[in-house]
């Protein structure tokens, strides 16, 4: 077979590329013998020409059929080689997730970084006595050959496990053990097999440490071998333990840490056995803090420590021994805290004996303080004739302290083993064993010293133990099957070894330097250069003389030559050692005795033997050579015995691949699989295996694979081995190709491939000609039949086709013209409506402009009259003045006159003539003039007293009236008609007050009295009123300061400790309820085929045996009943509990209904009342200035008066009772009030000020009506006739007049003048009185129409700036609501019918029986009445008896019940009627089987309930609307439990019809229990699929999701943005992705009923998620900590705040779980330079921790040249400033942490009566009772 016969077209290969090593290609031309190049064309559609080397014929790698892409087996490629290699163990490990691959007899193990569900016990169980190759790769399945072939073949096993730190060695080995430990368990009760698996934390804990490559890397070699009897059951184990890294004790290097044990230690120094350690915090300790951090993410110290302590425990360590042990690593800690002091220039040195440490070295190992004092710093000489005591210098102190440390901890070391082997020894006869090797994988740093080239000296000897076993095993292949064997060339390393190991090798060379008094590494090193430079795997590097580089079988290595000599020396003096053996601790001088020859202590029993136990460190005899023999030597033989070990041994491997050194999850980096792959032998495997004979077949499955290659004659042949022969001879040309062995047949790589090759192009000729011959015949019949029918389809289609085209001509015609008309039509009515509305607006436009020019003339004119009134006035007033000076001057003239007269007279009157006629009578008449004249004195006097009174008075309410018109003018400018009317009315009233004067004296003494007493009582009123707002600021100021002061913070401080003690309850319970629903769940999967019914804790009885159906009245439901006035309203709403119900649509729509109808007549009544005060403040005036003399005026004036104040007193005392009412609700109860329902607070208080409001205007209006109507009309015509025919009499003369009037005449003329004019003022004021209402009427109607137009063109203008998509999901939810609101009057004015039709009903019933009782007979026929009065009865009870809210089933309904009802029922189902319909359903059935107290069927019931809920949840465990809807119906079933239970505290808010409604026999408190755990476990199922639908989601769309376009700028590239590592398809998410997902979840729960506040709940659990999952991922990526990612994170962060504001949940606290990415995001954001940026970043950062905070600042990267890094000493100040916060250990977050939920009671406003049955349903078979 030629080349150009494999590198033709479309074949692909393998290229070598720098970035994924390998990379496929497909040949696009044939490759022909000299040409040289290639053509290529790449994955990526790119064109490659790939060079050829013709003289070394270096062709490109075949790659392998796709068949064979995948195998379990590499060796089973056709093609054998590295790329193919690796490419399979990608594919597997990256598409199937396999980590485990065979490799021939090497199992490759792959870490995947992750734990996988792949070791359980069953998978054990699967494992368990299967053949290595029928099942996938597996760990299993190589403890399973092992313990096979051990028990086969009765010969010792070992299984090798080794790889690169990281790679998974220890957990394999783990595996493997646990496999031994389940599969070949103790046949007796020692538990032998846990003791092994305890041994694993121990030596964790004192033997693996933290490393730049792994957390949890083992720093020493083990060997454990497992012992089994004959019936290979485990009866023991022995561990051996190979170089463990003793200068890790002293030294870690960056980012590494020292032993395990030691941080266990000091996390757990604050227990009380462990305070006289003097522990403190591992960063105080110099042996524990030189690597950084002394903590690992993830691990917590203190809980492995309890861990190591149980171990301890169950392997059987004393608690003697267990102190004794932490006391020698806290000397170790103490040790290396030591302060040496440097004396005489440095050659000499010394530890204070005051130092601390010391003391507590000295202390805790119990040895002399002085002697280790002084021999710390000493050295003892000894020479033949004397001995010396040496000082030494500080830097040989300090070498000395860190060789005893580790030396101490060696002991130690050893110690653990032995005593571990103690607890692992049986006394049984040992018949096999298996071992399992976990040693050091190859290791190259980038510091390289002793410790790495005794472990890569160790990975040599492995890798030829492994060489020759594979080489040995193909060796006995090709024996077997008769191959002649031809030697094979394979790496072997034993030069490499040879160098290390040989006479005056490295390890000699080193030896015999540590011996030489001076030697150094310097002198070593050259002393390695001249012996060893002509050595191919020694090199010298070109730029150190103090380095040496070994070429090893993985890699070449360069090694630091300083400090190999003190650690090979591992130099400890012998009068330290003297000191620790005389320790007064028994345990302490033990370790450092002499070793003898000696077994290990074992116990004996009848018929035993002993099983001897070998040191891996070779047995020295005496004590003071101990120290002398070099580290080197020692592992040098303990190496040796492990390999003679191993070579007596069955040998198994387990080779352990870190895929990437990220450690990521399934992530594959080719450079360093590679790597590992040559390193660890693999690679070397498949060379040997591509040398030789790769690819093997049986002649049996040769013969069946390819017969069809095969000529017929030689199928004749009945020796099947012949023909294979045959057929091969004449295939393949070349006989080096293939080898016939006994029972297969031996091929060379590539051979099989071409036999594929071969084996389809036969096929392919084959099915071809085939194809040909067939599909010609079917085509000539195909074509007759189908002529024939060909030409009588197209006759009747040609005519079907023509009668097609004439119908549809004439559709089309048609339609032109439908669709002529509904154009024209449409475009007809949008021109007439844009025309309405034009015209509507330019009405409106134009009445404004016309009003404004109206008021601007009214306002004009009515200054014309203003202007026109008070010139009248001045006239008026100058004409009066001048009337009065000529009055006086009249009088003056008149004076004159009489008084000439007086005196003519005078002088008649002497006369005596005269005096006679005077002198009659004039006796009588002078004494009754006398009398008169007294009189008339008195009665002047007190006139003119009571004029100048009530002139004053007139004078001051005069002024009064002037200032009040002032004040009126101004307020009510262009009021010009009240002013005109004001001026006529004073004009008449100074008419009526002239008149009046002499008309008031007698009135006024009749009512001083009655005023003395009404001023009295109002001033009481007054300062009762005064006192009653003074008590009512008092209180109002001391809620204010209780609120702010005392109160606030007591009830604060105690609210907020009995919340966490609360929480930290609530959180616990349910971690146990979540733990329940667990192991119910496990128990569910386990059996999964059997029905469980399980039984629920039971019922009690109560002794009321009363039913509940006593009564008979029906009562309407919220939902259905009428809602007539506002008291009704606030009575139902307040009796369901408005605050905490869930209010019907339905209800709320009517209430917000009722409101604006309440609040309009409210406007009209204030307005109505308004001009009432008015009026009466207009009366009021007038009578108090006019001082009319009526007493019905004055009386009404001071009864309105006192009956406004005693309303306001009455207004103001209820406002007092309600303030008092608040502070003692305040004081009693929790200031926390449920903001979500402050609309329903709003609402209520709404209702009831417009009722307060309505009852202190209809008592205003009453005292107005009786007042004015009643007092004016009544007493007016009594009192006023009297008075005015009073005056009349005495006034009998008319001087104005010439002709003589009669008396009588003209008091009957006045009387009726007076009434003609009352009747006309009356008609009047009627006329007027109508005129304004009419007038305001249209007033509130145009106000009204502006609200309304405005409201429409703010909606126009908003639809007008929506989208086209908005503007119609706009037009629809106005027409819906229109629709609605005139649905609900046509609801409410049904309703009004409906009762009032029952109404009609119940009375006609009444008035029929009342007939029926009448027209019968009671003396006649009373038995006959009796039965007619019981039939009647019966009838009446059967008509009136409504639905009482119960439902009857029988019992064998209740399955299809359940199933309908829970089961099978959708949420659709029951999305159109009320929310939690099934809730309320199964209730009703409750209620009924309580009404028949039938206790069975209520348990059945509820547990048929409970159990059918939990199917359903399991059936639907990642559906969120079926998880939800069951969770609402859940929570409402609970509460139906709760608040018809009977319970008091639960019926507060009941209504009287829902009273009713309780359940009456039984006690279902266990039941509501169970419930409750119920709910808890939906809850947690709810929250796991919103968080898995959420998850995917966060990172991308709140950290990479750029919101803010352009700010990023040139982003920083990461592992994420590199296509290798990007997933197949677009995984990038928005924001408004994660909106529109709350969105879906928000309605979702809305709609289904569920709780507000577990709606709140929910989403603090999902915002909680989202931050954690954001934070954690923005801590460990480097690419998002810069500038530009904070703000866009700070962005993003608002837009999900605003969510929650806009969905009425920023009381749900999920915004304070987002407070942690804030802080984040603002540290990104601020200036990171100065200490004061320090401290504004400590003082901002108060939600995130110390490690999160310097994380942070660690990962901050810039985004361009202007930014600067965070600068260490920057970062050290940050935690300095943190030094005092007590931050929780650990980095991340844990987004799996579920809050503790609560369900508050909610009890339902909805009655059960009201409840209706959909027909959906399919429930006929229940019953209303």
Not at 1680 to 1691: E, I, K, Y
Request: hydrophobic letters at 35%; glycine letters at 4%.
């Amino acid at each position: 077979m030629s080349t150009a016969q494999l590198y033709t077209k479309y074949t692909r290969v393998w290229i070598p590329d720098p970035d994924e090593v390998w990379r496929s290609a497909e040949i696009i031309k044939d490759y022909k013998e000299g040409d040289k190049s290639l053509h290529l064309k790449l994955e990526d559609e790119t064109l490659y020409e790939y060079p050829v080397d013709l003289q070394g014929n270096e062709l490109p790698f075949l790659r392998n059929p796709d068949i064979l892409v995948g195998e379990n087996d590499l060796t089973a490629l056709s093609y054998l080689h590295e790329p193919a290699v690796l490419h399979n163990l990608k594919v597997r490990f990256l598409e199937s997730n396999h980590i485990y691959t065979y490799c021939g007899i090497v199992l490759v193990a792959i870490n995947p970084y992750e734990q996988l569900p792949i070791y359980e016990q069953d998978v054990i169980y699967a494992y368990s006595g299967q053949n290595m190759g029928d099942m996938d790769p597996h760990i299993f399945a190589v403890a399973e050959e092992a313990y096979k072939q051990m028990a086969r073949d009765e010969k010792n096993q070992s299984i090798i496990v080794s790889g690169e730190s990281g790679a998974g060695k220890t957990v394999s080995a783990k595996y493997a053990m646990r496999f031994f430990a389940t599969v070949g368990g103790s046949a007796s009760d020692t538990n032998i097999e846990a003791k092994v698996l305890a041994s694993s934390p121990i030596m964790e804990a004192i033997g693996n440490a933290k490393t730049t490559r792994n957390d949890n890397s083992s720093r020493f070699g083990k060997y454990i071998q497992i012992g089994f009897d004959k019936r290979y059951h485990i009866i023991g184990a022995n561990m051996r333990t190979y170089l463990l890294e003793k200068s890790r004790v002293v030294f870690q290097a960056e980012d590494e840490r020292n032993y395990h044990i030691f941080y266990q230690l000091c996390a757990s120094a604050s227990l009380p056995e462990f305070k006289d350690l003097g522990l403190t915090c591992a960063e105080d300790f110099f042996y524990t803090s030189q690597g950084g951090d002394t903590s690992i993410d993830g691990v917590d110290d203190a809980d492995d420590f309890e861990k190591t302590r149980h171990a301890f425990t169950l392997l059987g360590v004393k608690e003697s021994h267990q102190t004794t042990i932490f006391r020698i690593i806290a000397a170790i800690l103490h040790l290396g805290n030591l302060e040496i002091q440097a004396e005489r220039d440095g050659d000499a040195c010394s530890v204070s004996s005051e130092d601390e440490h010391l003391n507590n070295f000295c202390g805790l190992l119990g040895v002399e303080h002085s002697q280790m004092q002084h021999w710390l710093c000493h050295r003892k000489l000894v020479t033949t004739s004397e001995t010396y005591v040496k000082s030494m210098s500080v830097q040989q102190v300090v070498n000395a302290r860190n060789a005893l440390a580790k030396h101490i901890y060696a002991r130690l070391f050893n110690w653990i083993v032995q005593h571990i082997n103690k607890a692992l020894h049986t006394t049984v006869k040992q018949h096999s064993f298996i071992g399992v090797l976990d040693i050091y994988g190859f290791e190259t740093f980038e510091v390289n010293s002793f410790e790495q080239f005794c472990i890569n000296y160790a990975n040599e000897k492995l890798q030829q133990q492994f060489n020759s076993h594979v080489f040995k095993l193909e060796q006995e292949e090709y024996m077997k099957e008769g191959i002649p064997w031809t030697l094979i060339d394979f790496y072997d390393n034993q030069p490499c070894i040879d160098l290390i190991e040989a006479k005056l090798g490295i390890l000699d060379l080193l030896d015999e330097e540590c011996k030489v008094p001076k030697g150094t590494d310097q002198n070593w090193a050259q002393k390695l250069y001249d012996r060893h430079a002509s050595s191919q795997h020694f090199q010298k590097p070109r730029m150190s003389n103090t380095s040496f580089i070994v070429l090893h079988f993985a890699d070449k290595v360069e090694y630091q030559s300083e400090g190999f000599l003190e650690k090979n020396r591992d130099t400890v003096y012998e009068e330290q050692i003297n000191i620790l053996k005389a320790s007064k601790y028994q345990m302490v001088a033990d370790l450092f005795q002499d070793e003898k020859d000696a077994a290990p202590t074992t116990s004996t029993a009848k018929g035993t033997s002993k099983i001897s136990v070998r040191s891996a460190r070779p047995v020295i005899k005496a004590a003071n050579k101990e120290h002398k023999k070099t580290v080197g030597h020692q592992f040098r033989n303990s190496l040796h015995l492990l390999m003679e070990t191993l070579n007596a041994t069955t040998p198994h491997y387990v080779r352990c691949i870190k895929p990437n050194d990220e450690k990521l999850p399934f992530k594959f980096d080719p450079k360093r699989a590679v790597q590992q792959l040559r390193a660890c032998g693999v690679l070397e495997t498949i060379r040997i295996s591509a040398a030789g004979f790769p690819s093997r077949w049986s002649y049996h499955d040769f013969f069946n694979r390819y017969r069809v290659l095969m000529k017929k004659r030689d199928l004749s042949k009945n020796d099947k081995k012949q023909i294979c022969q045959t057929l091969l001879e004449d295939l393949i040309k070349d006989p080096d190709k293939f080898q016939f062995g006994r029972t297969k047949i031996f091929f060379r790589a590539g051979q099989v491939a071409y036999l594929e090759k071969l084996r389809a192009d036969k096929f392919r000729a084959a099915t071809i000609m085939i194809q040909k011959t067939v599909r010609g015949w079917l085509q000539r019949v195909k074509y007759k039949r189908l002529r024939q029918a060909a030409m009588v389809i197209q006759r009747y289609t040609r005519g079907h086709l023509a009668r097609r085209l004439a119908e549809h001509l004439r559709r089309t015609r048609a339609a032109i013209i439908f669709q002529k008309q509904y154009r024209m039509l449409r475009i007809l009515r949008a021109f007439q409506r844009v025309r309405n509305a034009t015209i509507t607006i330019q009405a409106f436009a134009r009445g404004m402009f016309v009003r404004r020019i109206y008021h601007k003339i009214l306002v004009e004119h009515k200054a014309t009259i203003l202007q026109k009134y008070a010139r009248g006035w001045l006239a008026r007033t100058r004409f009066h003045r001048v009337r009065g000076a000529t009055i006086v001057l009249q009088c003056y003239y008149r004076r004159m006159k009489a008084r000439q007269e007086l005196k003519a007279l005078r002088i008649e009157a002497r006369s005596a003539q005269h005096l006679k006629k005077l002198n009659i009578g004039m006796e009588n008449k002078v004494v009754q003039l006398q009398r008169k004249i007294d009189e008339q004195n008195k009665e002047y006097k007190l006139l003119n007293e009571q004029l100048s009174m009530l002139t004053s008075a007139h004078s001051s309410e005069v002024e009064k009236l002037k200032k009040e018109l002032v004040q009126y003018q101004q307020s009510h400018r262009g009021d010009g008609n009240q002013l005109v009317s004001l001026q006529e009315e004073m004009e008449h009233l100074r008419l009526e007050l002239e008149k009046a004067h002499g008309e008031r004296k007698v009135v006024e003494d009749s009512y001083v009295k009655e005023k003395d007493l009404l001023r009295k009582r109002i001033s009481d009123l007054e300062e009762e009123n005064a006192l009653l707002k003074q008590e009512k600021e008092e209180l109002n100021s001391r809620i204010l300061c209780q609120s702010e002061d005392e109160f606030a913070q007591n009830t604060v401080e105690a609210n907020i400790q009995m919340k966490k003690e609360l929480e930290e309850e609530r959180s616990r319970y349910q971690n146990l309820v979540k733990e329940y629903s667990r192991l119910e769940q496990r128990y569910d999967n386990l059996r999964d085929e059997m029905t469980i019914i399980k039984q629920a804790p039971g019922h009690r009885r109560n002794p009321s045996n009363q039913s509940s159906l006593e009564s008979d009245s029906n009562y309407p439901s919220i939902s259905t009943s009428e809602i007539g006035d506002t008291e009704d309203v606030i009575q139902q709403v307040e009796e369901v509990g408005m605050e905490k119900a869930a209010m019907d649509m339905t209800l709320f729509l009517k209430l917000q209904k009722r409101v604006r109808e309440l609040e309009q007549e409210r406007k009209k009544l204030q307005t109505q009342l308004e001009k009432k005060e008015q009026e009466s403040r207009k009366s009021q005036v007038i009578e108090t200035k006019t001082e009319v003399t009526s007493d019905h005026e004055d009386f009404a004036y001071n009864s309105l008066k006192r009956q406004e104040l005693e309303s306001e007193n009455k207004k103001l005392k209820n406002d007092l009772n309600e303030l008092r009412k608040a502070i003692a609700d305040r004081a009693t109860q929790n200031n926390s009030s449920n903001d979500i329902q402050d609309g329903y607070n709003l609402l209520l208080n709404q209702l009831k000020s417009a009722n307060e409001e309505l009852e202190v205007r209809k008592e205003e209006v009453l005292i107005l009506r009786t007042q004015i109507m009643k007092a004016a009309q009544q007493k007016e015509t009594g009192k006023n006739m009297v008075i005015e025919r009073e005056s009349i009499t005495t006034n009998a003369s008319w001087p104005n007049s010439d002709k003589h009037i009669d008396q009588e005449d003209a008091i009957e003329a006045y009387q009726g003048m007076c009434e003609t004019n009352r009747l006309l003022e009356a008609q009047l004021q009627d006329q007027r009185r109508e005129h304004e209402d009419e007038v305001e009427a249209l007033k509130n109607q145009v106000d009204a129409m502006k609200e309304e137009l405005e409201k429409q063109q703010q909606a126009f203008l908003q639809t007008l700036q929506l989208s086209p998509e908005a503007q119609v999901e706009f037009g629809l939810q106005q027409e819906i609501t229109r629709l609605t609101n005139e649905n609900l009057d046509l609801k409410e004015l049904l309703e009004k019918l409906e009762k009032n039709e029952k109404k009609l009903k119940k009375q006609l019933k009444i008035y029929m029986k009342k007939v029926q009782d009448f027209e019968a007979s009671p003396v006649t026929v009373p038995a006959e009445r009796r039965q007619h009065e019981r039939n009647m009865q019966v009838v009446v009870q059967r008509k009136e008896k409504d639905f009482q809210g119960m439902l009857e089933y029988y019992k064998e309904d209740e399955p299809l019940l359940i199933r309908n009802l829970v089961t099978d029922l959708k949420p659709q189902a029951v999305s159109a009627t009320v929310p939690c319909l099934p809730a309320y359903i199964l209730y009703m059935c409750i209620r009924h089987a309580d009404y028949i107290n039938d206790d069975q069927k209520v348990h059945s019931l509820l547990t048929s309930t409970i159990n059918g809920i939990k199917k359903v949840l399991k059936k639907h465990n990642d559906d969120f609307q079926m998880t939800s809807f069951w969770l609402a119906n859940t929570c409402r079933l609970l509460h139906c439990l709760k608040q018809y239970s009977g319970d008091a505290g639960f019926m507060t808010q009941n209504t009287p019809k829902q009273n009713e409604h309780c359940l009456k026999n039984f006690d279902l408190t266990e039941y509501r229990q169970v419930l409750s755990h119920l709910s808890i476990q939906i809850y947690q199922q709810l929250i796991k699929i919103a968080e898995g639908i959420l998850q995917p989601m966060i990172v991308s769309a709140v950290l990479e999701n750029e919101s803010i376009q352009g700010l990023s700028g040139v982003k920083p590239m990461g592992y994420r943005n590199r296509s290798s590592s990007m997933a197949d398809g677009d995984s990038s998410y928005s924001l408004d992705a994660i909106i529109r997902q709350l969105n879906t979840f928000h309605s979702i729960m809305c709609d289904q009923g569920l709780d507000p506040e577990i709606v709140q709940q929910v989403f603090k659990q999902l915002f909680y998620m989202i931050n954690a999952v954001a934070l954690n991922n923005l801590l460990l990526r480097k690419d998002v900590c810069s500038w530009s990612t904070g703000m866009q994170l700070r962005f993003n962060i608002s837009q999900l705040e605003e969510w929650l504001r806009g969905k009425n949940l920023q009381q749900s606290g999920a915004a304070q779980t987002l407070e942690p990415l804030i802080q984040a995001a603002q540290l990104l954001q601020l200036k990171k330079k100065t200490s004061e940026d320090a401290e504004a970043i400590c003082s901002l950062c108060t939600s995130l921790t110390t490690q999160q905070i310097v994380k942070i600042l660690n990962l901050y990267t810039p985004v361009n040249e202007f930014e600067e890094r965070v600068t260490v000493a920057f970062i050290r100040d940050i935690q300095m400033h943190l030094q005092e916060r007590n931050d929780p250990p650990q980095l991340l977050l844990d987004f799996k942490h579920m809050f503790p939920v609560l369900f508050p009671f909610n009890p339902s406003s909805i009655t059960m009566d009201s409840i209706h049955l959909p027909a959906s349903l399919n429930l006929e078979f229940l019953h209303k009772v």
